[in-house]
């Protein structure tokens, strides 16, 4: 019997593990520190480089480029304001800190317009609007 509840023991911790390693809650999610958990906030719930990473001709990242702005691979069916280029946002090159997290809080850029679709406009809380304009400027500008 007792060996029956290790084995099952084991293979619960394994399967926990699993999951934990597709879910990510053994990485950035949990962390405290805000630039780790801007990073999560960017690439697992933003998704941000789906559009704002280039990437080479068989869809992959360009690792060396990450967040460094790419083409929109995609339009509209109806008629809207679009922007077709997804401008770099590693190092947050167009924005003070403060800047960048008004937008991140409000969607409105610091010439009081708002990003065009398919930008999404996000409404984050302080909080991670700070962790997120963290992270972003703690990457490398590529202008
Ligand atoms: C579906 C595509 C898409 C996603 C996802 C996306 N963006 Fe954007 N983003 C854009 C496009 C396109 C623009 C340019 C809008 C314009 O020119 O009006 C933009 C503009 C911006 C700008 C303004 C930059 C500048 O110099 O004016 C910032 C900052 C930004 N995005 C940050 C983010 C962050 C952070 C995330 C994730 C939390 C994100 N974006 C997710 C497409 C996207």
């Known amino acids: 019997m ?10 619960a911790i394994t399967i926990g593990s699993l999951v934990g390693f597709a879910s990510g809650v053994n990485g950035p999610a949990t962390a405290t520190d805000p630039q780790s958990r801007g990073q999560y906030l960017v690439e ?8 704002h990473s ?8 360009l690792p060396d480029q990450w967040l460094g702005g790419a083409p929109i691979g995609f339009t509209p069916t ?11 946002i590693a190092g947050l090159p167009t924005m003070s800190h403060e800047q960048a997290v008004h937008f991140m809080m409000s969607g409105e850029k610091p010439d009081g317009t708002e990003a065009r679709p398919p930008h999404p406009e996000y409404r984050l809380n302080r909080e991670d609007a700070e962790a997120v304009v963290t992270y972003l400027k703690s990457l490398t500008s590529q202008d």
């Open 54 to 61: 280039p990437r080479d001709d068989a869809g992959a990242f």
């Open 44 to 51: 697992r719930v933003g998704i941000c480089q789906d559009c």
């Open 78 to 88: 109806t008629p809207m304001p679009w922007a077709g280029m997804a401008p770099p």
């Open 2 to 11: 007792r060996r029956i509840i290790g084995v099952v023991g084991v293979v």
